[in-house]
T-cell receptor, first 114, second 115 residues
Framework: GDSVTQMEGPVTLSEEAFLTINCTYTATGYPSLFWYVQYPGEGLQLLLKATKADDKGSNKGFEATYRKETTSFHLEKGSVQVSDSAVYFCALSGISSNTGKLIFGQGTTLQVKP | EPEVTQTPSHQVTQMGQEVILRCVPISNHLYFYWYRQILGQKVEFLVSFYNNEISEKSEIFDDQFSVERPDGSNFTLKIRSTKLEDSAMYFC?????????????FGPGTRLTVL
């Protein structure tokens, strides 16, 4: 079945460092891909998404490119801030389901130190 | 900006008791979901709901679970006889369309603790 794998955390960075959180997926066909973020004490918020191969999703300085050839959707940011400290979830919505259900990775905790 | 709300934020119950978790989805959305996250594990899909019926459910969603949209605004998840392993964060989500490109909006979650 469809699945998502994320890099293990926590990831600890200094402010203004470059961020990469790896995400790979297994799915039939061309799923839609998402990054959600969970700030402490809050729910999941959509950060960005991409719906077809080679699409780049971007928001708040974060980017991720849908790579079909490597089945990846890595999250990047050029310069992280303390306020980016959160848990980041990669997810897919596959064609094997007709209800739009999301399949999540295990989440990666990011800690940014001043 | 519209948002999904959930109540209560934290529910503590004794094993074997029934609990009802409540959600108010975004008002013009048509598709509703429950997910759960056991501490330290992945967010897992439980059930999707459309047009007043379940459209898909996972293996986790057994006969102890049920969902209902009792009126035009609330969406509830009932666990009839809670077990220790039901302790988790439960997230409600809603979306405007079922296509995989559509965004699901999540509530803040209800932390369920079964003692």
């Amino acid at each position: 079945g469809d699945s998502v794998t994320q890099m293990e955390g926590p990831v600890t960075l200094s402010e203004e460092a470059f961020l990469t959180i790896n995400c790979t997926y297994t799915a039939t066909g061309y799923p839609s891909l998402f990054w959600y973020v969970q700030y402490p004490g809050e729910g999941l918020q959509l950060l960005l998404k991409a719906t077809k191969a080679d699409d780049k999703g971007s928001n708040k300085g974060f980017e991720a490119t849908y790579r079909k050839e490597t089945t990846s959707f890595h999250l990047e940011k050029g310069s992280v801030q303390v306020s980016d400290s959160a848990v980041y979830f990669c997810a897919l919505s596959g064609i094997s389901s007709n209800t739009g259900k999301l399949i999540f990775g295990q989440g990666t905790t990011l800690q940014v130190k001043p | 900006e519209p948002e999904v709300t959930q109540t209560p934020s934290h529910q503590v119950t004794q094993m074997g008791q029934e609990v009802i978790l409540r959600c108010v989805p975004i008002s013009n959305h048509l598709y509703f979901y429950w997910y759960r996250q056991i501490l330290g594990q992945k967010v897992e899909f439980l059930v999707s709901f459309y047009n007043n019926e379940i459209s898909e459910k996972s293996e986790i969603f057994d006969d102890q679970f049920s969902v209902e949209r009792p009126d035009g605004s609330n969406f509830t998840l009932k666990i009839r006889s809670t077990k220790l392993e039901d302790s988790a964060m439960y997230f409600c989500a809603s979306g405007g369309a079922v296509s995989g490109t559509d965004t699901q909006y999540f509530g803040p979650g209800t932390r369920l603790t079964v003692l």
